[in-house]
Antibody, heavy 125, light 108 residues
Framework: EVQLLESGGGLVQPGGSLRLSCAAS????????MSWVRQAPGKGLEWVSA????????YYADSVKGRFTISRDNSKNTLYLQMNSLRAEDTAVYYC??????????????????WGQGTLVTVSS | EIVMTQSPATLSVSPGERATLSCRAS??????LTWYQQKPGQAPRLLIY???TRATGIPARFSGSGSGTEFTLTISSLQSEDFAVYYC??????????FGGGTKVEIK
């Protein structure tokens, strides 16, 4: 069974930093792209960032580009999101999600299945 | 960026009735579209990929159709567990990967 377990959320002041982790199991982690998707309280879903299976390619939403960094450690089956210069509008539940298969660096069929349970990030003074 | 627009925002349906949800893309996404279901306090769950293929374990009462810019999710006979928010997402042209704003299916 594929499982994703996020951790690292919490309360942080504006301008602060936080690192999220997502531990994966039940599939060949290095074969698949992974993404972070967030959901502000009472709002819809917003894709944040994606990374290829090898980690060689990364992608970001304009809203977080230059502030967030996605990475992965395939030896530990773990995905990360380093969040710097946090703003109030970054407050959300952050989900990690298994994405499309990566072959020769090309990500195919990049939908999200499954999702982790989410971790809440609150940016407030 | 491809903008996904879902309608209606809220759909009131009685149990046992059919529900039809719409999703429109601002430009063609071919058949590269998925549908997710999200219940309160839970993570989203994949229902449909490739516009019309049900994910593993999804009941046959859920069906997806469409291609290009117009898509439909149909729930043939609503069960109590189907009352939730539904999102569409395109993966044809990215980044960014984009979602619709969601349709809430509520009990009439």
């Amino acid at each position: 069974e594929v499982q994703l377990l996020e951790s690292g959320g919490g309360l942080v002041q504006p301008g602060g930093s936080l690192r999220l982790s997502c531990a994966a199991s039940g599939f060949t982690f290095s074969n698949y792209a992974m993404s972070w998707v967030r959901q502000a309280p009472g709002k819809g879903l917003e894709w944040v960032s994606a990374i290829s299976g090898s980690g060689g390619s990364t992608y970001y939403a304009d809203s977080v580009k230059g502030r967030f960094t996605i990475s992965r450690d395939n030896s530990k089956n773990t995905l990360y999101l380093q969040m710097n210069s946090l703003r109030a509008e970054d407050t959300a539940v952050y989900y990690c999600a298994k994405g499309g298969i990566t072959i020769f660096g090309i990500i195919s069929n990049n939908w999200f299945d499954p999702w982790g349970q989410g971790t809440l990030v609150t940016v407030s003074s | 960026e491809i903008v996904m627009t879902q309608s209606p925002a809220t759909l009131s349906v009685s149990p046992g009735e059919r529900a039809t949800l719409s999703c429109r893309a601002s430009q063609s996404v071919s058949s590269n579209l998925t549908w997710y279901q999200q219940k309160p306090g839970q993570a989203p769950r994949l229902l449909i990929y490739g516009a019309s293929t049900r994910a593993t374990g999804i009941p046959a009462r859920f069906s997806g159709s469409g291609s290009g810019t117009e898509f439909t999710l149909t729930i043939s006979s609503l069960q109590s567990e189907d009352f939730a928010v539904y999102y569409c997402q395109q993966y044809n042209n990215w980044p960014p990967l984009t979602f619709g704003g969601g349709t809430k299916v509520e009990i009439k």
